[in-house]
């Protein structure tokens, strides 16, 4: 999966990250950023995606589909596709020249909206990469977690350096009896649950 990335696909992810270290550096406004995982969190999250059992893959909060791109290595080399959602129009737009650029329009589906008017409608998900905005962490966890199917995956994203934000979300999650749980110290922290 890591050894054979075509070139599209490593040259947009190169631009992606040249990016996102400008925007940190340069002032740009929060929501503007592109706020991505970094690469060694893209790798880590693409090889628990291979993992992932059978059903739906799905990512809340696109930005400009850098972490899609990870999943959905993992999605090509399984024969499955993702679905990615996200709210903010000038991400969406950046999300689909990714998309487009690198050849992978076939097996990631974008969606330009909030993500919580549709997991309800999501059943049997596989795998679920969460990185929006932090407000919205705790309700996507409820609505994703009952439609996890046994053996699924939840992975949410910065969970050490906003933990003070995300600590309700977090403590109900490493006490959830429906999942095993438990934040990974890698990048910006990983919160990982499966579904027991």
């Not at 050849?103 to 549709?118: H, K």
């Amino acid at each position: 999966m890591f050894h054979n990335i075509p070139r599209p696909i490593l040259d947009r992810m190169h631009y992606l990250e040249q990016q996102d270290t400008h925007d940190r550096q340069d002032g740009t406004l929060r929501l503007q950023r592109l706020r991505q995982i970094p690469p060694g969190t893209g790798q880590f999250i693409a090889l628990l995606a291979a993992n992932a059992p059978a059903g739906n893959y799905i990512e809340i909060g696109t930005s400009a589909g850098y972490s899609t791109l990870w999943i959905a290595l993992a999605c090509q080399a399984l024969g499955r596709t993702i679905t990615t959602f996200e709210i903010l129009e000038e991400k969406v737009t950046l999300a689909q020249e990714t998309f487009r650029l690198t050849g992978m329009e076939n097996t990631i589906t974008l969606i330009a909206g909030n993500a919580l008017d549709y997991l309800s409608q999501i059943p049997g998900i596989a795998f679920c990469f969460l990185d929006a905005e932090k407000e919205i962490y705790s309700d996507c966890y409820e609505a994703v977690v009952p439609n996890l199917v046994p053996g699924g995956l939840l992975i949410a994203d910065n969970a050490i350096n906003h933990r003070p934000t995300l600590a309700p979300m977090l403590d109900r999650a490493l006490a959830d009896e429906r999942v095993d749980a438990m934040i990974v110290p890698l990048g910006k922290g990983e919160l990982v649950c499966r579904k027991v």
